[in-house]
């Protein structure tokens, strides 16, 4: 998977842990086969936005009127896998109340974005919720051993 980093926040992205993050979640999810290996060379492409921003952006496109963590876009091109847009602010705030350092909480909330961007949606009932969480929890508790 090729990483494209686009950071319009005042929060440095750390590129190195998204990109070895990526090829690692890559790795997990090709042995669990929820990737295929035409997912593997596809382009993810992930943009960091400040607080007023990724509000701006969850109004307009999911009606609510706050900063989120992570929202996830499809793409048109059969070479992009998509779009998360990631609020660092957010999930600075949420690291702390999860007792999880930064760039764990956004390692999570990556393997929570491509999740969506694979088809898996825990909105839709308690089973898909079991599903995907279930999925995104256990490749997390591998990547951080």
């Known amino acids: 998977m090729r990483i494209l980093v686009i950071n319009q926040s005042s929060v440095r992205a750390p590129r190195k842990f998204i990109e070895n993050w990526c090829l690692q979640v890559q790795k997990e999810f090709l042995k669990r086969k929820v ?11 992930l943009v960091f936005l400040n607080p007023a921003q990724a509000k701006k952006t969850n109004q307009e496109f999911r009606g609510k009127d706050y900063a989120t963590d992570v929202l996830s876009f499809d793409s048109m091109s059969p070479d992009s896998l998509g779009e998360l847009i990631m609020c660092p602010q957010v999930l600075k705030k949420q690291a702390k109340e999860h007792g999880l350092k930064y760039q764990e909480e956004l390692g ?33 508790a591998k990547l951080l051993d």
């Open 35 to 45: 990737f295929s290996k035409e997912d593997a060379r596809k382009e993810l492409t």
């Open 108 to 140: 999570y909330m990556i393997l929570h974005g491509i999740l969506h961007l694979l088809g898996y949606d825990h909105e839709t009932g308690p089973k898909d919720a079991e599903e995907m969480f279930g999925i995104q929890d256990a490749v997390f």
